[in-house]
């Protein structure tokens, strides 16, 4: 991608509506504030409009609302808290009518309520359309929170139909105009769980440090979160509404019939669309409530709990692969009624235990499922429910398929091609099913940027973890033709793009007439072969690193070079970065968690000089980062990608502070919740338009930040193993890119959030830094938790007394970590089978094989590390050798077993 200022510009050309000048101010900010003060908050609502401008929490100045841009968002067609939206229909007509408290405002009727418990109530006729409905508005002191409650009244002779009920909701996530300092210390942001009547909104700081916001259905009410509905608003260039440095806002909505039925038609929603027959003079309620997480993101479930909402956790997610059976931890007031899963055979329920709060199920997918699968859980008080499931392939056949799938379909070998592509494996539209062989966007189809390096990064990257001889094979000639040749120079730099827009240049080539030239990213060829972007060089250095790993576990798969010319063409690729013609390179750059990698392999391969002199271009960059406030910059204005190389860098050096500064903002945009499209899923909304087919502005689920935030969040749960938090919210978004494969195996960029769509993107695109996320992150982690006890994410678990033997399903198996133990396993080739360890973790056996269909490896190196524990363990196994700080185990058999053993 190019640089933040042509990143705006194109935004604003591409995506945004006109722009529109600033209107007369119809809040009524003039005539000031009326105070709401709870035992838990500090409100101000708007005195004319009775919309929400301010919430802190008591013994906080920290504003989740953008009070401070209160000014600029007070206009016509702006949403706050306390806006309503509706449609409604008398029974038996067709079209629906529209109900908006934002769209021509008035002010509202104050009037007096006799309940010592309202703060402020409001008649919203003059704001409102003139129809039957009469709605009247109230804030509550609900047990020291706020709560908003709306009363519906059909005040006509008809029976009405309500087919959509919607709360505005907003929040601090205005980036437009701030310094990355301000933005950090104003700013929040803010995920949904559409959970029905467990559903919730939760609110975290961008730091990731503070109290939390979570917002509930109101007690008493029928007030589900239905769907979540992104809302359009004027674009004014002050805030810059729906734009990359201002998302947007969405709606908690309680009904969705009307939109399902126009809008939305003939998309698969998360929750069954609803409506509410209101008869002639009767009267119904809705509301929520805002409770303040005083322990921050980790607090959000008790305090969740708290207000009478039932919680759910599930290991290992929300994203599980079919025949492997899941844990669900439920925790209600009132006892389960009955359990419904749709589609009704993907999913076998049984209820396992009970206990420490919660009602244990094992979930089994079964072994035709795949896809979307809703469970519903219905309570003896009639709330409902909704934990929203994705069942893959098992791990491992979705990495194969999607190997197979990149070297074959997505393989290009039309030699013929002037831009000299061939062969390599291209972007690819699966709608169309069709290599991507033209986009306006030059990257795109120029092999280059993450959304045209991606597809042959996935394909170099699975071969680390599970290769195989024909894919290598293939993948060794596209290094040959095209990658060291044509995406990289002789200087070992890389190329923005090696297609591009210039026909002058390309007089015997025809450009496609459909495709809009004119944009500045159609890039000729001079913009096109420049060198100049960091970001590029991740991607090259991690297919010859990948390429690397192969030769050295399977030597006989390589043919065109040896093991040693992969590490040093992935370490020359590296320095080159670091030079100071290449820009972004002192800032954290997109799977640059291999450089860890590839430093450690020139630490084993004891190629001495190599590895310090990475050391110290990794070492200064650290140290600038540690004297920075806010080190997590980009080429984006606001980002979520900076974080993962600064972590691993200040991490690596020492440099404590700056490493857990950076875990916590990861935190504040990256959530947990039941519903495997937002949990473990990191916060990015911006980059469809530079990968995707469908190009908007947009909250992406699953794009590559899961994956790669993931790193972060786990490595650190290896380091403080009792901080469970960093796991689930970790293996969640691991697990992100695994859902991103479909049964074909095309692997797509992201999944499409907004409820007029719910689809995968078409394109490939910048899938491939996602997979790096999957392939050096996937595991299985073993961990004992207060609550749950012995638990396993990515694998299954069997206690027997005081041992446990973990049998591995994560979609990689090479890696381990037992949490208890603090120690972290690993091997080279093969898989981990299974372990077991005793209570007293005296000794650890471990069993390696095979996989079974993949090219199979004579040996196996394994490293342990202890990353958290006190105690060192070294191989007891007769007959096996110490090789490049591990040890060197034989596969002859279909499986081995190799015993750890205490060294204390």
Known sequence: ??????????????????????????????????????????????????????????????????????????????????????RYREIGTINWTDGNSASAREPVISINSSSTLVLSASQLTPTLPTGPLNVTREWIDVSGDLGLQFTFQNTG??????????????????????????????CSLSDPYIGMHAGYIRVTPTSGTGAALVVTPLNGTNTPLEAYRNLEEPYYDDTAYGSQTFEGFY????????????????????????????????????????????????????????????????????????????????????????????????????????????????VTPSETAWGRVRLMVLYADEKIQAMHYFVTKPGTEAVGDLGGFLTTEQWFEDISDPFGRAPSVMTYDYEERAIVRQDARAWVAGLSDEAGAGSFLAATMKQAVQPNADEVAKLETFVNAVLFKTI??????????????????????TYSSDIDWTAWWSWNKDASYATDRAYDYVHVAAAYWALYRVGRAYPDLLSSHTWDWYLDQAYSTVVRAM?????????????????????????????????????????????????????????????????????????????????????????????????WGWNGNARRYWDNIYGGKLERIE?????????????????????????????RAGYGGTSGPLSSINADGFAAASFHSFPDTLKWDGYS???????????????????????????????????????????????????????????????????????????????????????????????AVIWIEITSGSVNYIVSTEGIVSERGGWRVPLSADSVVVELQSAS
């Open 579 to 675: 030079e100071s013609d290449v820009g972004y390179n002192r800032v954290g750059l997109m799977g640059e968690t291999v450089f860890g990698e590839i430093l450690a392999d020139l630490t084993r391969e004891s190629e001495t000089d190599k590895a310090q002199t990475f050391t110290e271009l990794m070492r200064s960059r650290a140290e600038q980062w540690d004297s920075e406030e806010i080190p997590y910059g980009s080429e984006m204005a606001w980002d979520s990608t900076g974080q993962e190389g600064v972590y691993y860098w200040t991490k690596y050096f020492g440099f404590t502070d700056s490493a857990a500064k950076t875990v916590n903002s990861v935190l504040g945009y990256m959530p947990t919740v039941p519903h």
């Open 488 to 509: 990289q120079t002789e200087e070992f730099s890389v190329r923005k793009s090696i297609f591009f827009y210039e026909p002058a240049a390309m007089p015997n080539y």
């Open 157 to 186: 002779s008809d029976a009405l139909e309500i087919g959509s009920l919607g709360f505005p909701a907003e929040f601090n996530s205005i980036f437009t105009g701030r310094a990355a300092a301000r933005m950090q210390a104003l």
């Open 251 to 362: 709606e908690w909505q309680v009904l969705s019939k009307s939109w399902a039925e126009t809008e939305w038609e003939g998309v698969e929603p998360w929750n069954e669309p609803s409506a509410l027959t209101l008869e002639p003079g009767e009267v119904v309620k809705f509301g929520v409530r805002f409770s303040v997480a005083k322990e921050g993101v980790r607090g959000i479930d008790d305090t969740i709990r708290d207000t009478g909402t039932p919680v759910a956790r599930a290991v290992p997610g929300y994203i599980i692969p079919r025949g492997v059976p899941a844990r669900l931890f439920l925790s209600a007031s009132a006892k389960v009624e009955s359990i419904v899963v749709e589609p009704a055979a993907a999913l076998m329920v049984e209820e396992y235990a009970a206990g420490s709060g919660y009602t244990v199920y094992t």
């Open 765 to 859: 695109g910048d899938y491939g830094p996602n997979f790096v996320g999957l392939a050096l992150g996937s595991g299985t982690y073993v961990v004992q938790e207060e609550e749950l006890g012995i638990v396993a994410y990515g694998g299954v678990v069997e206690v027997d007394g005081a041992i446990v033997k973990v049998t591995t399903t994560d979609p990689v198996r090479r890696r381990v970590f037992i949490g208890t133990l603090g120690v972290a396993i690993e091997v080279d080739a093969g898989i981990i089978q299974e372990f077991r360890y005793g209570g007293d973790g005296g000794s650890i056996a471990v069993t390696l094989s095979n996989l079974d269909g993949v090219t199979k490896a004579e040996a």
């Open 1 to 86: 991608m190019p640089s933040i200022h042509i990143k705006t510009l194109a935004i604003s050309l591409a995506v945004l509506p006109s722009v529109q000048c600033q209107s007369t101010d119809t809040l009524g900010l003039d005539n000031g504030y009326i105070n709401l003060n709870t035992a838990n908050f500090n409100a101000k609502i708007v005195r004319s409009a009775q919309v929400l401008a301010s919430l802190t929490p008591v013994e906080s100045s920290f504003d989740f609302l953008p009070f401070d841009y209160l000014p600029l968002r007070a206009h016509n067609g702006q949403y706050h808290w306390g806006d309503i939206t509706f």
């Open 699 to 727: 909250r992406q689920i699953h794009h590559y930040g899961s994956g790669l935030n993931a790193l972060i969040l786990l490595s650190a749960f290896r380091s403080n193993p009792t901080d469970t938090y960093l796991l």
